[in-house]
């Protein structure tokens, strides 16, 4: 057992002793909560987001740059800094301030979440270049970096110690190395100091547990809907956009210390949380095992959630029988969110707290632990039973973090702007869910958003007679064109004008600072400006330093890493979006 404060995990045998006694708990906390939540419903939109921030300290002496390894610290100087600076603020939302899974990354939130309108928009950015101003007035000095990699609190702990036991072996994944004219077929061996990694491979640098995959920061959304059928609407909806938001937000080209082949952390997320046994993976025979999992628990969503979509559903993701037939005794429940439910339930819990094992029907801590470690790149949230103001929710996971806040802005009002031209326009992208995961695996790409073509629905309304799919590059999918079919797809920015058309509010002095977003987007799908991620490749190319040999070296970084932080700071000018008007 590890003790916390927050509690005492249990060892993993005895998580496994009670596996399914957690979970039959968890079906009935399901069970007991679903009729008192199904009909909740929120008359006005609402919407926060989950921008996270890495600690770095830079040694100008030596010229290094090292990860600030204490976010608990931080924090606590934060909510500091907070109450002493309270009466200054000029911030009409204000954030919040939480540890992330590695010691080096802190969570920021809207402490109130932002509207749905041109008004409410106006302060996204505003906000984050407060957040911004917050975390570095207390980053000042030598930070102390501690020797540890993962927070101080149970959950990582928890996923990271057992992750491994219960595959057997630590989740690995290989990362195709961008091979330039000097680079090492053997990086496998130098990265682990001449003892060489387990089914190491050349020309790909290995990766090895959460702790490793979990260091790169991400942009997340999450929407409050009207009601459970609009949060069923929406989550379908935006999971066939995740593969192409993962290449236009690519923000990631290198891992430790080289140059990658992919752009994006998606991949690497999706190897090194994957707890599937070797069994559920297909690769050995099934015995203990009851189910073959065709895909890391981070990855595409399992399955459409709506009645409608079903038959989507063409990539074949097991439940769990039992507590599926279970399900379906709750009042309100169809089919098809019976089986989605049965999905997440398929598997063990990752840990379990000591003093939560036995639980009433009336907690709902179970049912949460279950949920909370499934990671699709689209998550449907249920309401909390205690906060009447809490709706049904979505939220949007896949992206990478930008390096500004005038980006980063862009991106959550594009998403923003999006779902709300679903709802109003009656837009229907879904398209069979293997076809998502075929457009992920080329999400990651080196250059994908100017390279790869991706299956996307050509006449993306409701009422369409026929759901023609067709390879369409980045720029049709966002900026509008023809197809190789011949159709005319109008594209994803000239379907967000056309809903702003509809929305009084919008033309009343807001609707160019809304345009100076979508350009953003509408460049990078161009190729116009370059992905944060082709930026950044670029970079490390044209350094006088480089060798050719795909290594990222400890100058190279330095100097990289303090360019973003005067980008940052506003000290010097963002040259990779120098045409665009701020």
Known sequence: MHKYKQGTLLAWEEV???SRYVKEQAMRQFIRLFPQVKDRT?????????????????????????????????ISDVKRYQAENSSRNTDTIGCCWTPEFTAHIVESTPLKPFGGTSFGLEFVQRNLKFRREQINSVLVGDDVTEDICISLSYFPSAVSENIPKRNGFCPSIHIPVFRDESTDSNIAVSLMDGERVPEARPWFIPATG???AAGVACLQLTFQCSDFSEARLLHDQLAPLCPIMIALSAATPICKGYLMDWDCRYNILSGCFDYRTAAERGIEPLKDSPFIIPKSPWSTVNGYVSRENVTFNDV????DDDIYKEFLTAEGIDTCFARHMARLFVGDPLFVMEQNLHQTESSSNHLQNIVGTRWPSVKLKMPEEDDEKAGWRVEFRPMGI???????????????????AVLKLKLDFVMPL???????DKASARDASR??????RAE???????????????????????????????????LIRRYLATQEEHENGFRPMIESYLNVISDRAAGRIKTTAQWIRDYVLEHPEYKQDSIVSGKICYDLVKLCSDIQQETVEPEHLDHLVQ
Not at 402 to 420: G, H, K, P, S
Not at 434 to 440: H, L, P, Q, R, T
Not at 451 to 456: I, L, M, R
Request: charged fraction near 20%.
């Open 451 to 456: 390279q790869q073509t991706f299956a996307f």
């Open 402 to 420: 930008q390096l500004t806040d005038f980006e980063n802005t862009a991106y959550l009002i594009f998403m923003v702007l999006l779902t709300r």
């Open 16 to 18: 496994q002793k009670h």
């Open 42 to 74: 929120c008359s006005t939109l609402t919407w926060g987001d989950e921008t996270e921030y890495l600690l770095i300290r830079l040694n100008h002496e030596e010229q290094r740059a090292y990860l600030t390894c204490n976010n608990g610290k931080v």
């Open 316 to 319: 074949q993701y097991p439940y």
């Open 210 to 212: 959460p702790e490793q």
């Open 460 to 494: 993306p309304s409701a009422d369409a007679e026929e759901r023609n799919l067709c390879e369409m590059p980045m720029d049709t999918i966002i900026n509008g064109g023809n197809t190789a079919g011949g159709i005319e797809f109008p594209g994803l920015i000239p």
């Open 434 to 440: 293997s076809k998502v995961d075929s457009n992920m």
